[in-house]
């Protein structure tokens, strides 16, 4: 399987269960592992959370370095790897490089690791 970016897949109108409730499939653990290897990294997650925390839910690369004693090269690695894991989108505007945080690909991680006490089916009708 390619390590490119791929988002959790799963059968339309449905949402990955979460993993209380029933086993994933080998290509959804795969998607999951990618995701939270991403954010396995303390830097990657520092990243994701200055991103998602800045005013309108996006930042420019230059404002994501400030305060994160690393260098550009290291950080645009950083970003790369949240990138390819699902997690963050980018837009090149002028000279700049603009990250957001991908809302479904967090709220998916929350629905898979979420015990849903309810028991109640995650597929929309």
Do not use: F, N
Request: with cysteine; net charge positive.
């Amino acid at each position: 399987m390619s390590k490119s970016r791929r988002p959790l897949t799963v059968a339309p109108g449905c949402d990955v269960a979460p993993l209380v409730r029933e086993p994933l499939s080998a290509d959804a653990a795969v998607d999951l592992a990618a995701m939270l290897k991403a954010l396995s990294d303390p830097v990657r997650l520092r990243l994701l959370s200055v991103i998602a925390s800045h005013s309108g839910r996006e930042a420019c690369v230059c404002d994501i370095s400030t305060g994160i004693d690393l260098s550009q090269p290291t950080i645009s690695h950083h970003l790369k790897v949240l990138r390819t894991a699902g997690l963050l989108d980018s837009e090149r505007r002028g000279s700049w490089v603009y990250y957001r945080v991908i809302p479904e690909a967090l709220q998916q991680l929350s629905r898979v690791l979420g015990a849903d006490s309810q028991g109640a089916s995650t597929c929309t009708p």
